[in-house]
């Protein structure tokens, strides 16, 4: 990936001229369009952009690019952000026992399908739990939680978050309640996954309660966490057909990996700067 090479997120009220303020800025500062992506929301009336560029003639520093762009980023009422694509987000992954989620992330990371930098594995579970996996130089954090010691165990996580400079925090099966609080200082950069029959099947052994019943789809949804619990902006789901003759094995088997390749999915679209909020809902440009 060339060092310059670099992408611009946006959403603003939608209005005429956007679009042309924006190609005319980037060719004014010596840069090429590598790919442009655009999405008019006509019941909200907000217009979301996604751009990845590269220098043509001119070799311009992020940061006066950045500079320059506020003026336009004023006059539309912007939100925005412009980053060089060669550098990798931060990453914090928080576990349970279910290490499903977490042995794929670190396996798409090493083979480089997800680019990005662990900064640590938090867990609420002792590193015995996870004897097979290999965590190599990422710091592992043990901390475990009670109901009378949440607060300070949620303060230590994101005392981590700080010092440690993560960009993005993904919950990998992490089976704790985060609480407002938490939430709220981890809004719009913090993924979780669940399995999509909440809230038809909550509790315990929700594939167990499925068979029962006799389902013929099961899913998974990847979402921003927000302080309504698995309601947050959802970045991407998948389902898979289940037939009478699947057992409640079956159904764990099959839910293991929709949760996987939802998750890592939704990891890499916000790596990637794909998706934006729009409100409760988000806009994801797929590639």
């Known amino acids: 990936m060339p060092d310059h090479e670099f992408v611009l997120t946006l ?12 190609s005319t800025f980037l060719a004014h500062n010596g840069q090429n369009i590598l790919d442009a992506q655009q999405f008019g929301d006509v019941e909200t009336g907000d217009f979301f952009m996604r751009v ?13 690019l950045q500079t320059g762009f506020g003026a336009i980023a004023d006059r539309f009422r912007m939100q925005w952000r412009m980053r060089d694509r ?4 931060r990453v914090m992954l928080l576990v349970s026992r279910s290490d499903h989620c977490l042995a794929d992330i670190l396996y798409r990371w090493r083979t480089g399908e997800l680019t990005m930098l662990p900064t640590a594995i938090v867990s609420n579970h002792p590193r015995e739990s996870f004897g097979n996996l290999d965590f190599g130089e990422i710091p592992f954090h043990y901390l475990p939680v009670t109901k009378d010691t949440r607060r300070e165990q949620e303060s230590a996580i994101l005392d981590l978050v700080g010092k440690t400079g993560t960009d993005l925090v993904v919950l990998a099966r992490y089976m704790q309640i985060l609480s407002d609080e938490m939430s709220a200082m981890l809004s719009g950069r913090c993924i979780n996954i669940h399995h999509s029959f909440l809230p038809g099947f909550k509790g315990a052994r929700p594939y167990h309660q499925a068979h029962e019943r006799g389902v013929k789809l099961i899913g998974a949804t990847a979402h921003y ?16 057909r289940i037939s009478h003759r699947d057992t409640p094995a079956d159904l764990v088997r099959k839910g293991r990996d929709i949760e996987r390749r939802v998750l890592a999915r939704a990891i890499r679209y916000h790596l990637e700067d794909r998706v934006i909020l729009n409100g409760r809902k988000t806009v994801v440009f797929m590639d």
């Open 86 to 89: 060669a550098s990798r987000q």
């Open 225 to 240: 966490v927000t302080s309504a619990l698995d309601e947050g902006p959802i970045i991407d789901q998948d389902v898979e």
């Open 52 to 64: 990845v560029f590269t220098a043509a003639d001119l070799s311009v520093a992020l940061s006066a």
């Open 11 to 22: 959403s603003c009220p939608d209005r005429p001229g956007i679009v042309s303020a924006v």
